[in-house]
Structures are given as structure tokens and as C-alpha cells.
């Protein structure tokens, strides 16, 4: 089973600065994807980036840019040039490419400080 | 362009009555999912249905149920309610082969 382990329950950032967070997983697939999702306190999950495992390049989505080492199975999530706006619950999750569901890990509380 | 809705955004139920919450999916999106997110902690999945069936299970008791609708709409059903049900219960929408979600807010559940 697929299992998704994120060490940081909260971290914080002064805002402008850049701050990574950690996620693991473990999986038996080869093919499978990463995303890193953001739930802000009104609850909706907003998909913030994605990767698919069989591309070496790392995903970037303007402030937002992953460092994805398969073989390690580590997919930390990069934030630069933190904006009050990106204070929320960050949450690391995995699907396996013939699966329907997501498994997401515990998530962690980042707080901007101004 | 309305994203997934969810209905209601909150209830407060009693331990052993049944709950019905809603999801209509985003527009276009045929398959619909279910998670379950207690108190700090990542969501869980619950159940996904397609074309009216239901595709994936997770780990939950047939005290759950789902059915979806022909516009795609869904509902999810939880009978005998526990306490340990009290949870934010999480609607995603996605297309087949799209490994992208949309997520509703979600519907808060608190069982007393």
C-alpha cells in the first residue's frame, strides 16, 4: 500500500523568503504522480503543482518548484518569494497510474510572518 | 465556470441517526470522489463512482454508501452515525484518465 509521510506539521516563513517542504513516500508502482495540494482555512484543496514520476524534470509553477528524487522517494515543495496569500495547510499526496484514489500524507501549517 | 459544489457546508447530527451529503461536480467532469479529513489530519478515500458505479473503495465500513446520479451528481450516504464520524467530508470532480481533482469545500459533520 502506498503510504505518504510528511515530517513537518509547521513551519514558518518571514514573508519574501523562501521555505521547502518535506514529503516522503513509498509505493511499489514505477508510474504513479505527486502533487502538492493547499487547503486554506475555507477547506477547499487547491491542486498547487503536479509530477509525473516518469519525467526527470522537476515541475515548476511560478513561486512554486518541486525537488523530485525517485529514487529516494522524496518530493519536497519549494516556495519562493512567500506572499501572506500562501498560508495554509500544504498537503503531499500520491496516485498510483492505474488508480482512482489519492493518498495524501498529514499535512503541514505554514505561516507567513509579515 | 462553477467548480464543485457541496451541500450543506455544515450539520450537526446524533449518534446513531443516517446523514445524506451532496456533490454536484464541476462542469464536464463525469467521476466523482469521497474524502474523509478528521481534525488535523489528511483527508481519506472514502469511494469513487463512474458512469453510476462505484469504481474504488477505500478502508470504510458499508455504513457508507454513495450513489451517483445521471447529471453526475453524487451523494454520499453514512448510516448509524458514531461519533468517530465527525469529519470534513471532501468532493473532488475529475475526468477519466485526468489525473487532476477539483475539490469542493468540503461539508463539516459533527456527530453528538
Known amino acids: 500500500a502506498q503510504t505518504v509521510t510528511q515530517s513537518q506539521p509547521e513551519m514558518s516563513v518571514q514573508e519574501a523568503e523562501t521555505v521547502t517542504l518535506s514529503c516522503t513516500y513509498d509505493t511499489s508502482e514505477s508510474d504513479y504522480y505527486l502533487f502538492w495540494y493547499k487547503q486554506p482555512p475555507s477547506r477547499q484543496m487547491i491542486l498547487v503543482i503536479r509530477q509525473e514520476a516518469y519525467k526527470q524534470q522537476n515541475a515548476t509553477e511560478n513561486r512554486f518548484s518541486v525537488n523530485f528524487q525517485k529514487a529516494a522517494k522524496s518530493f519536497s515543495l519549494k516556495i519562493s518569494d512567500s506572499q501572506l496569500g500562501d498560508a495554509a495547510m500544504y498537503f503531499c499526496a500520491h496516485r498510483g497510474r492505474g488508480a482512482q484514489k489519492l493518498v495524501f500524507g498529514q499535512g503541514t501549517r505554514l505561516t507567513i510572518n509579515p | 465556470d462553477a467548480g464543485v459544489t457541496q451541500s450543506p457546508t455544515h450539520l450537526i447530527k446524533t449518534r446513531g441517526q443516517q446523514v445524506t451529503l451532496r456533490c454536484s461536480p464541476k462542469?464536464?467532469?463525469?467521476?466523482v470522489s469521497w474524502y474523509q479529513q478528521a481534525l488535523g489530519q489528511g483527508p481519506q478515500f472514502i469511494f469513487q463512482y463512474y458512469e453510476e458505479e462505484e469504481r474504488q473503495r477505500g478502508n470504510f465500513p458499508d455504513r457508507f454508501s454513495g450513489h451517483q446520479f445521471p447529471n453526475y451528481s453524487s451523494e454520499l450516504n453514512v448510516n448509524a452515525l458514531l461519533l468517530g464520524d465527525s469529519a470534513l467530508y471532501l468532493c473532488?470532480?475529475?475526468?477519466?484518465?485526468?489525473?487532476?481533482?477539483?475539490f469542493g469545500s468540503g461539508t463539516r459533520l459533527t456527530v453528538v
Open positions: 473532488a470532480s475529475s475526468l477519466p484518465g485526468i489525473y487532476g481533482y477539483t
Open positions: 462542469s464536464g467532469h463525469d467521476t
